[in-house]
Structures are given as C-alpha cells and as structure tokens.
T-cell receptor, first 111, second 116 residues
C-alpha cells in the first residue's frame, strides 16, 4: 500500500536558518515523489518532483531509496517560505497513478 | 500551462439537496482526474479517481452513491454531493495530471461546501 509520512505537523524557524522538512514513504515499487506547497488562501502548487532533480525557490529534495525518504531542504529560510508543505507519492502498476499525500507540515519562518 | 479550473469556489446549500462541482482542464486533455477532500488544518484525502468514459474508482470508505462522479469528456469531471448533510461540509479539490509530463499533477482552487 502507498503511504506518506510527514512526522512534523509544525516546524518553526528563524529567518536565515536552515530548514529540513521530513518525508518518509512506503511503496512496493518505484514511486514518483513530489513536494507541493500551499500558501495561505491559495491552491496547491508543485514545488519539486524527484525526477526533475531541480531546485525551486532554493529548495532541494533528494530521493533516498535506502531510507525511503524524500526530505525537503533549504539552507536559508525566508519569511515568504511560510506555508503548508505536502509530500506526495504517485505509484504505478495498479494504483492508477493516483497521488497520495502526507499529513502536511506547516512551516513558520519568523523574522 | 496545465491549468485546472474548479467551479464554484464556494457554495452553501440546505440539508437534503444536491450540489454539483465542476472541474475543467483548460489547456490539456485529462483522461483521469482526482477528487480530494480537505478538512481544516488537515491534509488532502483522496476520495476517488475519475476516468473519462468509464466508472469512477472510489477509495475505501467513500460512499459512491453519496458522491457521484461523472467524467463525460476529456476536459470535464463533475462531483455531485447528493442529499447533502452538515457533515458533508468540507473543502473539495480536484486534480488532473498533465499528460505532457512536466507539470505533474495540477490542482483546482477548491470548492468550499457548507451544508446548513
């Protein structure tokens, strides 16, 4: 079964501090992993996907298959990074390509 | 590119009535769309997968007679909440995957349903 776990409900840091939002997954196969961000009163936006291996807004995430993790990192947090962050997984095979979300982590960056 | 439009953004209805929510892919064709429900301060819970031209696939615990899904064209999926009750009040979000690949899954802006 597909499962995504984000252990931290809330992460609070000061501006300029490093940030790491944790994500672990469970999937018997080769999953596709995503990070989505939801700013206040806005729709979900794609932040990163593991297959593109790019950095968006200073965020990076590396898929670690051994640890089944896809942690999101940023070396220097900014106040505008404050938002809800969701890790999500899409499987293949008989899963129909559906996207399953973790519980979400609220990032609060204080001045 | 890869825009999904959802309508209405907000609806209030009386108990016992039905409400239809539309989800359109504006610049791509979507053979598959997904419907989610989001409670306050919680994550998105997948309700069902909408398949163009065939029956929707519902997640465990989701009543298919309560939440009717129709995907009659490659750009439109609808979710009808039938005989709505106050406990159906929630934020409903649709999503589609852009077949061109780059944009991944794109989400609608959501519909806030309040049943009074």
């Amino acid at each position: 079964a597909q499962r995504v776990t984000q252990p931290e409900k809330l992460l609070s840091v000061f501006k300029g501090a490093p940030v790491e939002l944790k994500c672990n997954y469970s999937y018997s196969g080769s999953p596709e992993l995503f990070w989505y961000v939801q700013y206040s009163r806005q729709r979900l936006q794609l932040l990163l996907r593991h297959i593109s291996r790019e950095s968006i807004k200073g965020f990076t995430a590396d898929l670690n298959k051994g640890e089944t993790s896809f942690h999101l990192k940023k070396p220097f947090a900014q106040e505008e990074d404050s938002a809800m962050y969701y890790c999500a997984l899409s499987g293949h095979n008989n899963q129909g390509g559906k996207l399953i979300f973790g519980q979400g982590t609220e990032l609060s960056v204080k001045p | 590119g890869a825009v999904v439009s959802q309508h209405p953004s907000r609806v209030i209805c009386k108990s016992g009535t039905s409400v239809k929510i539309e989800c359109r892919s504006l610049d791509f064709q979507a053979t598959t769309m997904f419907w989610y429900r989001q409670f306050p301060k919680q994550s998105l819970m997948l309700m069902a997968t909408s398949n163009e031209g065939s029956k929707a696939t519902y997640e465990q615990g989701v009543e298919k007679d309560k939440f009717l899904i129709n995907h009659a064209s490659l750009t439109l999926s609808t979710l009808t909440v039938t005989s709505a009750h106050p406990e159906d009040s929630s934020f409903y979000i649709c999503s589609a995957r852009d077949p061109r690949g780059y944009y991944g899954y794109t989400f609608g802006s959501g519909t806030r349903l309040t049943v009074v």
